[in-house]
């Protein structure tokens, strides 16, 4: 029997992967699109809604980001909402919260507002909120007891919004990109296939040979790899990016047994650490309850909660060597850092647990207490952080190997799903370009692009 032939094959169908199968789709002449998804459900590992923080990630409340950054987050971001709102999904999977950045201590109240007067360019909805207004909007944030009778000692202020899309349950969003996708034309072929873990990508000629672990094999023109970690294990497969490594990150949250806080309440990120600062959020999968974190902590499995073989595919994937070491070391002889992680790999042991994260939550909500707050089972997901050899570095945000002869690896740490429309458009340009096809870019921005 010969191979299944697409023109263009997607591994991976978590929501970076649904989001390129969606442009191709719609956006492209391309006629032929298949998903190999190694699960039997899509969006099962990090774009799952209780593996992230359902964050739609604009770059106004993030404070380790740039100017610049936040400015090509905004447009990301932007994309996540309009499809929502094309397809009629708001209130359904996409919600408006309250959300804010929050200064504590008179060093973090300066860099707030001086964040605020620099950002409200970019985004002239956001507000400056002292003490008094938060004490209306976050009480909790404000009293430093349950009793709510003292104010606690430190300078506050938080810049914000009340009228901003802030939330989104991405799992579900990846299922309804991948059925928009398919209702796209349907003259067009866009198979997914399920329980398709994808074992080897070869390049025959002027084309790809895709074998899965239980022996099907398919053929395409051109293959985007979006598998999260795994993807950097497939390209190492095939001799591409070996001047990366990968040093997986699993993020745990904590869950409160009742509503804490109203909207999203983010921290200043500490700008040595490379690892999102602890923020709180109303969980819209876990009605009336709030969810703190994540934490971060360094793990060798490329997934989390699945078992099997993903600790010796880390293994693997961390491509360790004496440049690996070095940017370990570096990380390490940093004080900040590794007391950092060692808090992080104490926040996963039952007993000390809860006492050590309340005492960091509590920079949140200065009353909660051990009582108040429980270890999300099940929660969180596995980041890649991706490591440069050459330059001994840790890579920070998405990395994107293309040698150029039609095939793509994608790893998305985060934000990846706030950008995942926005990281297709990019890939969906490669993809026309090599196989000649249209890339209806006129119809796509006239969709996506705010007015």
Known sequence: ????????????????????????????????????????????????GTSNSQTIHVGDIETNYTFDKAKITKRTAKMIEKFNLMYDLQDKIMFKHQKMALGVGEKEVEFITNRYNQFKEIFPYLELWDKETLREKEPLLVYADKE???????????????????????????????????????????DVYFNSEVDEIEKIADKFKVTTVNGTVYTADFVVVNAGAHSLYLAHKMGYGKHMGSLSMAGSFYITN??????????????KLPFAALHGDPDILCEGKTRFGPTALALLVLERYKGGKSFFQCLKTMNFDGNIMKIFWDLIKDSEIRNYVFKNFLF????????????????????????????????????????????????????????????????????????????????????CKYLGKAFHEEQFLADFTEK
């Open 148 to 190: 709510r009778t003292k104010d606690r000692p430190e300078p506050i202020v938080a810049m914000g919004t009340n009228d901003q899309y802030t939330t989104v349950d991405f799992g579900a969003m990846t299922k309804e990109l991948v059925k928009a996708g398919q209702n796209a034309n349907s003259e067009k072929t866009t």
């Open 258 to 271: 009742g509503t804490y806080l109203n909207g999203k309440v983010y921290m200043v990120q500490n700008d």
């Open 348 to 431: 996963e042991i039952p007993g000390i647990n809860k006492k050590l994260f309340v005492q960091d939550a509590q920079k949140i909500v200065p009353s909660l207490s051990v009582e108040d707050i429980e270890y999300a089972k099940g929660f969180g997901g596995v980041r890649p952080q991706v490591l440069n050899k050459e330059e001994k570095k840790l890579m920070l945000g998405e990395a994107s190997i293309n040698p150029g002869n039609g095939i793509i690896f994608n790893m998305t740490p985060s934000p990846g799903a706030t950008s995942c429309l926005g990281n297709a458009e990019r890939d969906i340009k490669e993809v």
């Open 1 to 48: 029997m010969s191979a299944k032939h697409y023109e263009v094959i997607i591994v991976g169908g978590g929501i970076s992967g649904a989001a390129l199968f969606f442009e191709l789709a719609k956006y492209s002449d391309v006629n032929s699109i298949c998903l190999l998804e190694k699960y039997d459900d899509l969006a099962t590992l990090n774009s799952k």
